[in-house]
């Protein structure tokens, strides 16, 4: 962002936080009022509940819509349980059928249920098609406002067509061409329409088609919306008949999302599907406490390990001054290891079955890392105590290494084939797992080296 | 990804792995010319160096330039050496301007002065236009064929603009509206222009605005097309003139790329730069190696802390059994927090100057998962040793989250206000911090309670 935008930017969020500060709701609505909607959303994402219902209220209402709109649908539902039934009611219906869906999964099911009633029946009846996929599925994020045509229209008729539903429709710029059993049979877009001769029938000018399955991950059919580069892909049942249509900005969202959810995981957090700033302390510490004591309860068995081995630490003291070092080692490796394959299963670049592969090439790159560190490990400890504490200290890290790499790349390939969330199961086994086996291995080669 | 596309996915990767494997050209040749062209990247970003190159020879000529330009730059690159000069000259006049310069900063200098050289004078010129900016901005990833019209035109001559730049304007669904100096005062959709009388002037179409400087980086411009979920944004010099446009295709791989360098340099490797499978293993140890020896510098510290601690670990060995899980769970708290801020970071969530907010947020939610885990902590080691233990791990576990999560948090802050990467700076000095800082503290409060 260049000098100017940013200095505006902070002109802004101050002159907001000033006016909250002051309590002078005067002052507060006219800045509001001066600022953009993109401007007006980025500031509400920094405030607490209370300041971000009171902004929102000052609105204009023409920009209401488009500000809740742009709201992650956490905050949407916490705006709504602030508002008036008629306001509600009147932003509702002024949604999406599909970002409708993301809202009322946030909302209690009364009021849910509420809202829903009160829709007219045709908005009722498309929400109802959305609400009908499984959570999670690509069928709750698409829309149901598409245009059609068909292989035997022509490219005029097909224009027609988009004319007709230029105020409604999601997209009129990739039109998913249907057969007589609403098929989907290839695509067409709106500059390939433009181009050709209005005689001209659409099925001479189709691609073939790319589509998913309504039940399919949102973040799955996102990504390869992503992947082939195209503005909307079309939601089919598993007949091949159309359901509905993804367009590439819902396709960023999802991927947006599903990116902080897996960044989250990995360090062993649950995500907090808001703004950083827009949480409350308390979202805070319930997103980071399980792990953490799952963490903890897992680490009792270093200590267990550790109490095995006392004896060997009382004869040995110097031992104790490495562990935290070659557990630290181990402990990254994984991590690394774990990071990365989690990453790419999460682009597609690798599958589930792909783990013979993945164990080869970890074991390759665990050992060659933990002969370069074992190396310098060596050097350094035999130096400053002696050859055979080297000695120690860089099998240790070899051996480390190489188990934690294998363990860290492996790990999300399992936890995918089962269903779990990659990322969520790597992290607590990975540290674990290695930590514990790691001082095992170390104190062993301990003992046979230094015989004791 | 459903049952029947996920086999045919399968199958169609055993077929290539299996003439591979078989050197049989002829086989893999008739496997091959079945596959569509995002099959064939799929395929190809598995394969090693040598089998790529292989496959995309035996493409069909009007499928090599969609493969070509769906791979990554670096594989781009790769393939470019392995080609004759005269078709590596056919595919590049043929990439569009902004694809050209992302393959043109892999490759030798010299090979990429003959390919510009041998362009067409216009294409040329396009190509010299975006190599004007600097590395990393958006003005080097921007297209330079855009459409544009004008307040005073109407829809309708709009529109004809549009007809005219069917075949080479990367984008027909979004026009910037210039005034006489070519400055950006306005935006209006094909969408808008199809909806209006002809003879109605663009000044009562045309939206406020929103665009970016070329010299923004681009991760930053596409995070802003993301978040205002529109299909292109036009790019800016900085007197607002109109020099090229982001669409929100290019967008996704931009933010693709940003989210895999993050998620690698959070965990403390450099990013790959092309899928895992396709990594040769020398690559991926050198990703790895740099972070895991500046790692074991810094844990040299902990080595010195513990020798300083000596006497005292002799005294009570059982010290010793607790360092795993202290630092494990500090180490685990500091990467909480620093990944939940360098995410908040990367999407605008939080920026530098919050550090007053952030550096409170995290001493209150450090301080609360410390005392939540330290009463744990403290009961348990107080059941299986004493109270004046548990008196000890109860206390550094607080006094450990606490400092962990405030300084993971702010870190990330620090290092994107020296302009360094966030995730990069983070993850070493935190541990290691984190660890040394950790058992210093373990120790002494240790010696004030059991009195040694």
Redesign the interface.
């Known amino acids: 962002?260049?000098e100017k935008?940013m200095t505006s930017e902070?002109a802004v969020i101050e002159a907001v936080d000033r006016a909250l500060g002051g309590k002078d709701l005067q002052e507060l609505s006219t800045v509001v009022h001066q600022l953009?909607a993109?401007q007006v959303?980025?500031v509400a994402?920094?405030l607490n509940v209370k300041d971000r219902a009171v902004v929102f209220r000052l609105l204009p209402k023409g920009q209401a819509l488009e500000v809740f709109e742009?709201l992650d649908a956490t905050l949407q539902g916490e705006l709504v349980q602030g508002l008036k039934d008629e306001e509600v009611a009147l932003l509702f219906a002024d949604l999406d059928p599909d970002d409708r869906v993301g809202l009322l999964d946030e909302l209690p099911a009364t009021v849910a249920r509420r809202l829903l009633l009160g829709l007219p029946p045709e908005e009722r009846d498309l929400t109802a098609e959305v609400l009908g996929y499984p959570q999670g599925s690509i069928g709750r994020r698409m829309s149901p406002e598409y245009v059609v045509t068909h292989p035997e229209l022509t490219a005029g008729q097909s224009l027609d067509r988009?004319?007709e539903r230029?105020?409604d429709a999601e997209t009129?710029?990739t039109l998913p061409v249907l057969d007589g059993q609403r098929r989907v049979v290839g695509v067409v877009s709106?500059?390939d329409l433009?181009?050709a001769h209005p005689q001209e029938p659409v099925s001479a000018l189709m691609h073939?088609p790319?589509y998913?399955?309504a039940?399919?991950t949102a973040e799955?059919a996102a990504r390869r919306c992503?992947?082939?580069?195209?503005?909307a892909l079309p939601v089919v049942d598993?007949e091949a008949r159309l359901v509905g249509i993804l367009t590439?900005?819902d396709?960023?969202?999802i991927?947006?999302d599903a990116?902080?959810e897996?960044?989250?995981r990995?360090?062993?957090?649950e995500p907090?599907r808001r703004?950083?700033?827009?949480t409350p302390?308390?979202n805070?510490?319930r997103s980071?406490?399980v792990?953490?004591?799952v963490?903890?309860i897992g680490?009792?068995l270093?200590?267990q390990v550790?109490?095995v081995f006392?004896d060997t630490?009382?004869q040995m003291?110097?031992l104790?001054?490495?562990?935290?070092?070659l557990?630290?080692?181990g402990?990254?490796?994984g991590?690394?290891a774990?990071?990365?394959?989690?990453?790419?299963l999460a682009?597609?670049?690798?599958r589930p079955?792909?783990i013979g592969?993945?164990l080869a090439?970890e074991v390759?790159?665990g050992s060659?890392?933990g002969l370069?560190?074992g190396s310098?490990?060596f050097a350094?400890a035999a130096l400053v105590y002696d050859v055979q504490i080297g000695g120690v200290i860089g099998l240790t890290l070899l051996s480390i290494c190489t188990m934690a790499a294998t363990v860290g790349g492996i790990m999300p390939l399992i936890g995918k084939a089962i269903r779990a969330d990659p990322a969520v199961f790597s992290n607590p086994f990975i540290?674990t797992f290695v930590?514990a086996t790691g001082?095992i291995v170390y104190f062993l080669i301990a003992r046979a080296i230094l015989n004791i």
Chains 1, 2 share one sequence.
């Open positions: 962002m260049d935008t902070e953009s993109s959303i980025d994402e920094r742009g988009i004319h230029l105020e009129i710029y709106l500059r433009m181009r073939a790319e998913v399955q039940t399919v799955s992503a992947d082939l580069r195209i503005l598993n590439v900005d396709a960023l969202w991927l947006e990116e902080s897996d960044a989250a990995i360090s062993g957090s907090l703004p950083y700033l827009a302390v308390r805070i510490v980071r406490i792990w953490l004591l963490l903890a680490a009792t270093t200590v550790l109490s006392e630490l009382e003291v110097v104790t001054l490495f562990i935290p070092l557990i630290g080692i402990g990254n490796t991590n690394q774990a990071t990365t394959v989690t990453r790419a682009l597609g670049d690798v079955r792909d592969q993945v090439r390759r790159v060659s890392l370069l560190l310098v490990g350094i540290t930590d001082l």
